[in-house]
């Protein structure tokens, strides 16, 4: 029998906060998280702006982090390390009350944030520091949990992916509960000087706060960011014995490849469309019963065309009525995580029946949709998808739902 998947608990870790409620609070409110990089001397790079953690981060960190942990792992894993931990307490979860064979992990992963300068000031921990399932595997241990732990690696998607696969082991009666998304660390000198090698990085250094701009006329390429979004799958039967919080259901998903370049989209975003369209089929729900579109929306020129196109392409005259809004013109891009975050944004968004804005925008006579510009609207909102986008052609789309 197949199962209903519920998200039971969420966590965020932003540019804008170091916890769910003052990420999403600083979000609704419209401020942005992006300023002057701080973690490396970026002044000889083209890009010197970021959104990164707040500065109290690693101070933060340490209360939640053994010792022998905090050395041995990267930037990145401690972040989706402290953000699960976070999750996992408001949640009230015990994992001593489940079967822990069906308890599993699954993270979204591009890399660990160990970088070449860190390997100048701490070399220690190589192998540990660097292994991919290293954000699977300590959650894990932290919790004893033996069900499937590992992590996905599908770029700006990966955290999608991740979320995907947990849906898939509630669904058919693997698991009881799996923790699930991403943590992306990208600040640093090796990921801001590859990024500028292809010309996907905003330069507007000038005023930071300003940068990312989706789908404004003048947008110039996405702000890295760095973060974690952690959501807690669960079966609705597991959630409802414990009495658990229930923020949304996830009602389906889609992940398609479109087999056509390693950084572009297909033109006019067919391969975007087409995800978009198997995700509400495979959910069960009707293109007129969508709400609100959380879009991958990069602040990149052929992202944030195709991305209206394609949703153009699903809707039709549906799509100048549904709201789109993109947290990554606050929060800048957290690549791997990404869709870990902007899933727990949209779950909140139905939750509060709130959508944060895309700020910094400014009409482009192309794009013609409706994008939540500069304010947070009220709206009751049933039914929304979230869109992650990546390099290689993996796309993925999330379908949620007010859970009643």
């Given at each position: 029998m197949e199962k209903r998947v519920v998200i039971s608990g969420m966590n965020l870790m932003t540019a804008l906060g170091l916890d769910l409620k003052t990420s999403w609070d600083n979000m609704v409110a419209g401020k942005s998280g992006i300023g002057k990089i701080t973690l490396f001397d970026a002044s000889e790079h083209d890009t010197k702006i970021a959104c990164e953690l707040p500065a109290e981060f690693d101070e933060y960190a340490k209360g939640l982090c053994k010792k022998y942990l905090s050395r041995q792992m990267a930037r990145s894993t401690k972040m989706c390390y402290v953000c699960t931990k976070q999750a996992v307490t408001g949640s009230g979860i015990d994992f001593e009350t489940f079967d822990k064979e069906r308890c599993g992990v699954i993270f979204g992963l591009v890399g660990t944030g160990y970088s070449s300068l860190?390997?100048?000031?701490?070399?220690?921990?190589?192998?540990?520091k660097t292994m991919s399932n290293a954000m699977s595997a300590w959650v894990s241990i932290e919790y004893k949990l033996e069900g499937p732990s590992y992590t996905i690696a599908t770029a700006c998607s990966s955290a999608s992916y991740a979320i995907a696969s947990g849906y898939d082991l509630i669904k058919s009666d693997k698991s009881d509960l799996v923790i699930v998304g991403g943590g992306s660390s990208g600040v640093n000198p090796d990921e801001i000087?590859?990024?500028?090698?292809?010309?996907?990085?905003?330069?507007?250094?000038?005023?930071?706060?300003?940068?990312?701009?989706?789908?404004?006329?003048?947008?110039?390429?996405?702000?890295?960011?760095?973060?974690?979004?952690?959501?807690?799958?669960?079966?609705?039967?597991?959630?409802?014995?414990?009495?658990?919080?229930?923020?949304?259901?996830?009602?389906?998903?889609?992940?398609?490849?479109?087999?056509?370049?390693?950084?572009?989209?297909?033109?006019?975003?067919v391969g975007m469309a087409k995800t978009m369209e198997m995700a509400l089929k495979n959910s069960g729900v009707r293109k007129e019963d969508v709400d609100y579109i959380n879009a991958h929306g990069t602040s990149t020129s052929l992202n944030d065309d195709y991305e209206t196109k394609a949703i153009k392409l699903v809707f039709g005259d549906l799509a100048h009525k549904i709201p789109i809004s993109s947290a990554k013109s606050m929060i800048g891009h957290t690549i791997s995580a990404a869709g870990?975050?902007?899933?727990?944004?949209?779950?909140?968004?139905?939750?509060?029946?709130?959508?944060?804005?895309?700020?910094?925008?400014?009409?482009?006579?192309?794009?013609?949709?409706?994008?939540?510009?500069?304010?947070?609207?009220?709206?009751?909102?049933?039914?929304?998808?979230?869109?992650?986008?990546?390099?290689?052609?993996?796309?993925?789309?999330?379908?949620?739902?007010?859970?009643?």
């Open positions: 860190d390997m100048q000031k701490n070399p220690k921990h190589l192998i540990i000087r590859g990024f500028n090698d292809l010309f996907a990085l905003s330069t507007s250094n000038d005023e930071p706060e300003k940068a990312s701009k989706p789908f404004s006329v003048d947008r110039d390429g996405f702000v890295m960011g760095e973060g974690a979004g952690i959501l807690i799958l669960e079966s609705e039967e597991s959630a409802k014995a414990r009495g658990a919080e229930i923020y949304a259901e996830l009602m389906g998903y889609a992940l398609t490849t479109e087999a056509y370049n390693i950084m572009s989209p297909q033109k006019d975003g870990g975050v902007e899933a727990v944004v949209t779950a909140m968004s139905i939750k509060n029946s709130i959508i944060t804005p895309t700020i910094n925008y400014t009409p482009d006579p192309a794009l013609d949709l409706d994008y939540v510009p500069n304010q947070a609207r009220e709206k009751d909102i049933n039914i929304a998808i979230s869109n992650s986008f990546a390099f290689g052609g993996h796309n993925a789309c999330l379908v949620l739902k007010k859970y009643e």
